[in-house]
């Protein structure tokens, strides 16, 4: 590596720089009226980098609410399963920290007996539909029609609904590097659900930031499709697969085949629909595939370790993250 090649050029560091200078004193006044597509309102990228580093977020699905909740269920009535069992059984599971089930399981719950029916609503009522909220604590500094924004998002922000800005990826790099300390991948859940807010689910996140920050971000990216219990291995999403065809009447999968090619026409039968499984259960985790993607694509040369060949290795030995590659590689080609 040439001595000086840390200097050079690099746009994103000079558009950085340039709009932290400018940006406290050159708020531009943008339209900021409700708009009927998914928009929250429009707001300026300084305010909203300001209100999201702000924003306490909440959403219904977190497993500690879902889980509270159900637990003061059971203690009214101590005759229904334990949280446990519940996602034992395959009624839901939890992928990075969240509640996750089709919304087909809704059916196939009203036809259980009352006690399961009854334990099993509290859990899914908190994932269908998906519920965010925010709170803040001190607004005083910000502008007058920015707090207004701050308002609404105290009432509730639906799924999709997103804030209106110019610079998106500036304001999200920006973020990252005001991450909470200490934790990068709890750091990357906080960022993620600001992202979700900006409408913002792909990218190449190193080219935005120095080496350091964009090492932390691409490691705690890594840890999470590496050590999450909810992205399931081959033989056990065949025996989750299994249940949730019992919980429907319907029959067991065929014998789970050796060889990446013959379990890819496995997984692509008729005998369960994984890549709507896979859809609707991993929204986040989407997200983090493909930036992930995107930016092993763009910057795998500076940044070495975690590499795509270690990501590619993952993703052989999980059906879900094989499925959301594919979607990136369809989306992306």
């Given at each position: 590596m040439s001595r000086f090649e840390r200097l050079r050029y690099s746009e994103h560091e000079t558009r950085r720089i340039l709009q932290d200078r400018l940006g406290r004193t050159l708020r531009p006044e943008v339209d900021r009226r409700?708009?009927?597509?998914?928009?929250?309102?429009?707001?300026?990228?300084?305010?909203?980098?300001?209100?999201?580093?702000?924003?306490?977020?909440?959403n219904d699905r977190d497993?500690?609410?879902?889980?509270?909740?159900?637990?003061?269920?059971?203690?009214?009535?101590?005759?229904?399963?334990?949280?446990?069992?519940l996602r034992q059984d395959s009624w839901f599971d939890v992928i990075w920290g969240r509640v996750v089930t089709q919304l087909e399981m809704r059916g196939a719950a009203r036809r259980c007996e009352a006690p399961l029916r009854q334990a099993?609503?509290?859990?899914?009522?908190?994932?269908?539909?998906?519920?965010?909220?925010?709170?803040?604590?001190?607004?005083?500094?910000?502008?007058?029609?920015?707090?207004?924004?701050?308002?609404?998002?105290?009432?509730?922000?639906?799924?999709?609904?997103?804030?209106?800005?110019?610079?998106?990826?500036?304001?999200?790099?920006?973020?990252?590097?005001?991450?909470?300390?200490?934790?990068?991948?709890?750091?990357?859940?906080?960022?993620?659900?600001?992202?979700?807010?900006?409408?913002?689910?792909?990218?190449?996140?190193?080219?935005?930031?120095?080496?350091?920050?964009?090492?932390a971000w691409r490691g705690a990216a890594f840890q999470i499709l590496a050590r999450d219990h909810g992205l399931l291995d081959w033989a056990q999403e065949q025996a989750r697969a299994d249940a949730q065809l019992a919980h429907n009447g319907r029959g067991a999968t065929p014998p789970l085949p050796s060889g990446l090619i013959n379990r890819w026409q496995w997984l692509n039968g008729l005998h369960f629909d994984f890549w709507e499984r896979t859809f609707e259960t991993t929204g986040e985790v989407q997200i983090l595939v493909s930036m992930l993607c995107d930016d092993l694509l763009i910057a795998?040369?500076?940044?070495?370790?975690?590499?795509?060949?270690?990501?590619?290795?993952?993703?052989?030995?999980?059906?879900a993250l094989l499925i959301l590659l594919l979607i990136c590689v369809r989306s992306h080609p």
């Open positions: 409700v708009s009927s597509h998914g928009r929250i309102a429009s707001v300026s990228d300084m305010d909203a980098l300001d209100l999201l580093a702000r924003a306490q977020i909440h497993v500690s609410r879902v889980r509270a909740a159900y637990d003061a269920h059971r203690n009214i009535h101590p005759q229904s399963p334990t949280f446990a069992s099993l609503a509290v859990v899914l009522d908190a994932c269908h539909p998906p519920r965010t909220t925010l709170t803040f604590e001190d607004l005083s500094s910000l502008p007058p029609s920015t707090q207004q924004v701050a308002e609404r998002l105290t009432k509730q922000v639906n799924e999709g609904q997103v804030l209106q800005t110019r610079s998106a990826e500036w304001i999200a790099a920006r973020l990252w590097e005001r991450r909470p300390p200490n934790d990068d991948q709890a750091a990357l859940r906080w960022w993620v659900d600001r992202c979700r807010l900006l409408g913002l689910r792909s990218g190449t996140p190193t080219s935005w930031w120095s080496e350091t920050d964009a090492r795998d040369p500076a940044i070495e370790d975690p590499s795509s060949q270690q990501l590619f290795s993952l993703i052989v030995e999980r059906p």
